[in-house]
């Protein structure tokens, strides 16, 4: 299998010579060749390969200077748009949405999370009515990244309030072009606004946009929060990668800093850093023969509280600098750069990193009672009507 | 140990009264809307409180202008300017330079002003320096008996009427008061973590000042300054702590989640327990560093330290925590928690960070650090 | 008041010379002096006076070289047993029991928790049953201490299983000497038996000692525990009293064994202590004015989190001496004493700090809903009668 | 990186084997019954584990007389001993002993009779010291070519036939094996805290002992079993947090209170989210510093220093919190989790406390401390 896809990669490199071919054009090519995602099936950008390979390809056209898809701009779609569609989507779906999507022709968002359903994403109240055979969608999204960018939503809706909350739901694909869609952004503590408000009123998505059954949307967006959480905890990364890096190079830089105190909580960090890079590499080399094991929830939850011990040690450090702030400007970043800017800066954004793709706390539920199998508390919402529930 | 760590009726009455003050006019809508604007603080806010409720006087003694109580009611002051993140030059004005200048010379016609609200100073050191450091080299008197060089960080400075810099003069160590109108006074706001308590750079190039003190006095009248800044510093960032555990066990109480208020889920219940046995502590210590500052008490240097070694950590603590238990919401420039956080963060770092405290009482109480490195 | 207090206790010392006069006769004359606890009722050992006043008649006896009552050796009686007897006691029972309680003639203890009923202690399953106008008790206790030593014991045991848990229970006197009670030591960790477990078959209390009302033992209890807890967390102490003391001495004798990491944690432990010595001040303090705040449960979290920090502090100080321990033989001692043992000792004793006395979870619970105010969990053991529960 | 983070289908059968041999020969009851009596150590175990199943010799290259395999396989055994507290002196023979052998003089016989399970050894150091330390001076070598001294809290001393002592000689540094029964020697055991892994101070009066090696070879024999042993030490600690985490989780599961099941409170369970998220890092960390070990690599320091630094405070933390979950229980003589606490603390302690090999990272990573104290 690795020789043919090097074979198909060379014929696909003979065919269109990156240094005198359209970026988005290699791309379409890249994908019709099956090489966009060799573990996606043949015909959708893959060739049914195991996904470990992919590395290969990847190799060979990073060799060659080939042009990438960008995924940090495009990371939705990639990261959980796209599994999901796969797996739930019709053929006239996945023909219509997948290429565009892994060229980067066409930007997804999520719209998932509403300003009362959070972490109990479950409870989200946003509407959907059939109307003949188009749904008609009202309500409130937010924390929706790439929203003012997006051609294309992956959305949850309330089709029925009448059955428990996890019942009720339906999935869909959202056109962001409808004018029924109000992206507004919001401002974090930053300064900037990564995310943004999104208002829905009177949205109209046809019913071939529905993705699973109605009201069987709650198991879809499963599939959807899992890879997310994959693609958070995954990498590798070689050591001092990250926060533990900025603040050692500042320490090595600037002795006249130094104290005892910070010096032993540096190291401490330093311990910390390098345990979860090498549980994280441990992870990877378990993927790699194909034991995943759970530590992906493990790899969030230490990269949160370490991003944020690590950056507020950088301020105290820092002492008189650390009084400063890079810029409050309100800015609209598309993606997160925690080596581009200042340590204020770090330390603030670092805080988003145990609430947002599930807090913190809700992991460690998770890890509780998947990994460790303990007891779930009594819950009083399982077999309550969504309409009936208290918010 | 004859320390009070109560509250007197009369405190708990001017706390009342600073409250309600605070609760009309410095709203956390108020504060967010100003922060960003060309003028981070907020005049009309700060004459009600200096000059109109005489908060700027309290620790001044009578004979020289002031009300004639202690540094215990400027600490309970303090406890509601940090509960409201208030855009106002207390910790500059009425605390760090006003005890300079006490402990300088009382008798200056500057003191009574400043106590009576009706001139605003700040104290030209680093907002980062901490009780201990070496008098500060960073301005020298020249021949003709001016001032030249740079101070960096200065808080409260952008809305001083004077400077108290301290500078090298001709016999060492020196305490000059300087006019904000100054030729040659430069006043540079940085762009400063904290939006609420914005620091500057004062830049001095022949500027005429007029010597408060010199030599051993303006050491001691700095050091007074500093150590009596970093102890009523901790009551500051008590009053952060008691909003951020306030507002956050309201929102949990309120908020639902899987059916069920937030604040019934165990987890979140402990670490706020924990959360309030800290700030409990915080009260204890914040008020024994006032106490024993406004006795004069020789333990007086320990309880500065320790106060603000375990304030100065909690607070930001309460305001991470606060953010966090928020939630999304808490990340949002809307919400107030952010203001807190960044001041509390500030704080950790003014004065003297809490590991710097810590090593003051290692060298304090006797517990020496091991020789070698 | 106060000059009356001093004027009885002079005249106690003229009619009961310390210096020839037996311990335990002095004692008594001072209890019918009303000098014991001057805030119970006149005969009752008291004189209806202020707490605070006590301070007052313990400095001149102690002046004098009058004998002390060992508060150590009887502190169950003073400190649970008596003032739920002087709440719901019979005049019999205070007259009958008070006395030689205070004197030491008769030492109590307390038989409340059980192998499957400790901080749910409601859960209690020891059974008492009336026959005729003495009830038969049959059930397990556990972590008593003194049992082995006490005359009388402060017992709760099951009348009604089938109401809620907490309405069933009934609060005794329970004879010690009595033919069906046996009492094994219990050994822990450190290797010596504080405790005891005590085994009830078919012990025989006759009505007359129960102590309030059927069924409403569990209120009465509430009194014999907010005293204990009062009694761990109120009493003040100088600086660098407890575990810190012993480490800060161990630190200032032995330069050889100090790190820059051990530094940093001894600091932090110290301002810890310190601040918790303040905390406490001020509870005596806000007592003393008439301002009881919640800080006691506070109090003893933080006394058992600094007594572990610390205690394993110290043993990683002593480095290489710290693999040693001092002695294994089970003893029985009368009381705790952290400072007459070794390093290892203290760390392994100072786990039960967070257990015995209400558990450090349950004090959170305690602080969270009575002081912050934070709604409790859904309870499932409300309204249930007791033999249907779960265990 | 190249490093090998798992378990191999041969290092797992071979931690059943080894898990199958203890769970019949080392149950906690007979643990504890034997941990107060005159024999702490069981022979009967150690043979079966040593010889029988070959875990003296696994990390013994063939020609050397044992079985060729790695340091790996070793780790492995370390973990299920240290998930059983098993009272055999493998940490002392086959890890400090062993290595310090293998470096000195591999094809020494007693080599042989170590990696076939028929002779026991320990190395004459406190157990106390960690890498890097000086070599050792309590030993020295007389005119005669005898033995004097003391060597304090050696590990596994009283169950060993020959000690490899570190002694001052007359060219420096050396390396000598004394047979346990020689005259002179003295291995009285110390009342100690871990119960099934006492300490014993050795005492050398003219004891004669055969020279296995001397200056630079004797050093870095020594430094090659410290290192090794607190690298492997890490295995240890990685199987007794295991064992707390999972005794404390099956006992949560099934005890009730307040009709629930304890485990099902969410503060506990986030506690126990943590110590597990705690003890995946151990397993990483543990297993790259047996695999770099194992291998020779450069980055081997580092590597132990890591896994020590974190290994060794959670072991203590786990068996903290099963104690304290257990609540009343844990805190008797009859639960096993004391002899867990006991040992976690000791292994603390043992070849370095977390916080010398976080000095020791200092220096190998170049975060180094501030110049003044």
Request: proline content about 6%; aromatic content about 6%.
């Amino acid at each position: 299998m690795e020789s043919e896809l090097r074979e198909r990669t060379a014929a696909l490199l003979a065919a269109h010579d990156p240094a005198d071919t359209d970026r988005l054009a290699f791309l379409q090519a890249r994908f019709d060749a099956g090489l966009a995602w060799v573990h996606f099936p043949e015909g959708l950008g893959g060739l049914g390969a195991p996904r470990s390979l992919q590395a290969v390809v990847d190799a060979e056209l990073a060799a060659a200077g080939a042009p990438g898809n960008d995924p940090r701009r495009i990371g939705i779609g990639l990261g959980m748009a796209a599994p999901t569609i796969l797996k739930y989507g019709t053929d006239a779906q996945k023909r219509r949405f997948l290429r565009p999507l892994w060229t980067g022709e066409e930007v997804w968002c999520q719209l998932f999370s509403e300003p009362g359903a959070g972490s109990d994403l479950a409870a989200l109240g946003t509407r959907a009515v059939l109307d003949g055979d188009t749904w008609v969608v009202d309500g409130q999204k937010v924390w929706t990244s790439s929203a003012h960018t997006a051609r294309w939503a992956i959305l949850i809706a309330r089709t029925d309030p009448d059955v428990p909350k996890h019942q009720g739901i339906t999935y869909f694909v959202c056109d962001m072009t409808d004018p029924g869609v109000d992206v507004r952004p919001l401002r974090q503590i930053t300064g900037e606004a990564e995310f943004n408000e999104v208002f829905l009123t009177g949205v109209r998505i046809p019913d071939a946009h529905r993705l699973g059954a109605v009201g069987e949307g709650w198991q879809v967006a499963q599939t959807t929060l899992n890879n997310e959480r994959v693609a958070i905890g995954g990498q590798a990364a070689p050591r001092e990668a990250g926060m533990v890096g900025v603040v050692a190079e500042t320490w090595r830089a600037r002795p006249e800093l130094r104290t005892h105190d910070l010096h032993q909580r540096l190291l401490k960090g330093w311990v910390e850093a390098e345990v979860a890079r090498l549980t994280g590499e441990r992870l990877r080399q378990q993927l790699t023969v194909g034991q995943p094991g759970p530590e992906g929830a493990a790899m969030k939850l230490a990269f949160a509280r370490l991003a944020q011990e690590l950056s507020g040690l950088e301020v105290e450090l820092l002492g008189e600098e650390g009084l400063s702030y890079d810029d409050w400007t309100m800015r609209r970043p598309d993606h997160v750069d925690f080596t581009g800017r200042e340590a204020g800066y770090r330390y603030l954004r670092a805080k988003g990193n145990s609430i947002e793709g599930g807090t913190s706390e809700i992991l460690r539920n998770i890890i509780a009672e998947r990994v460790l199998g303990l007891p779930g508390e009594p819950r009083t919402d399982k077999n309550v009507p969504w309409k009936e529930l208290p918010r | 140990m004859t320390a009070d760590l109560l509250y007197s009726e009369v405190e708990e009455e001017l706390r009342a009264s600073v409250r309600a003050l605070l609760a009309d006019h410095c709203t956390t809508a108020a504060v967010l809307a100003r922060c960003e604007g060309p003028a981070p603080y907020d005049p009309a806010l700060w004459r009600k409180l200096a000059a109109d409720l005489g908060a700027a006087g309290l620790h001044v003694p009578e004979a020289a202008g002031g009300a004639g109580a202690s540094l215990r009611e400027t600490a309970v002051v303090l406890e509601e300017l940090g509960r409201s993140v208030a855009p106002v030059p207390f910790l500059g004005s009425v605390v760090l330079a006003t005890t300079a200048l006490l402990a300088a010379c009382p008798a200056d016609p500057l003191t009574a002003a400043l106590a009576e609200g009706a001139r605003t100073a700040a104290l030209a050191v680093p907002l980062s320096t901490a009780p201990g450091s070496a008098f500060p080299a960073g301005v020298r008197v020249d021949g003709a008996g001016t001032l030249g060089g740079r101070i960096t960080a200065v808080a409260d400075a952008s809305a001083a009427d004077v400077l108290l810099v301290p500078a090298a003069g001709p016999q060492g160590a020196a305490l000059y008061a300087v006019e904000a109108s100054a030729a040659g006074l430069g006043v540079v706001p940085r762009t400063s973590l904290d939006l609420t308590r914005p620091v500057a750079d004062v830049t001095l190039a022949g500027v005429p000042g007029r010597l408060l003190a010199a030599g051993p006095d303006a050491e001691a009248a700095l050091q007074r300054a500093l150590l009596t800044g970093a102890g009523l510093l901790a009551s500051e960032q008590l009053g952060i702590a008691e909003w951020c555990l306030a507002t956050t066990v309201a929102y949990l109480k309120e908020r639902t989640q899987f059916a069920r208020p937030l604040g019934s889920f165990q987890a979140i219940k402990h670490r706020l327990a924990d959360l309030w046995l800290e700030t409990v502590g915080a009260r204890a210590a914040a008020r024994y560093a006032a106490d024993t500052l406004a006795r004069g008490d020789a333990d007086a240097p320990v309880a500065v330290a320790l106060a603000q070694a375990h304030c100065g950590a909690l607070a930001v603590r309460a305001a991470e925590e606060c953010v966090q238990l928020h939630g999304g919401i808490g990340m949002t420039w809307e919400h107030p928690a952010h203001l807190y956080l960044k001041r509390a963060k500030a704080d950790q770092i003014a004065l003297g960070t809490p590991g710097a405290h810590r090593a003051s009482l290692a060298r304090l109480v006797d517990l020496p650090a091991p020789v070698s490195g």
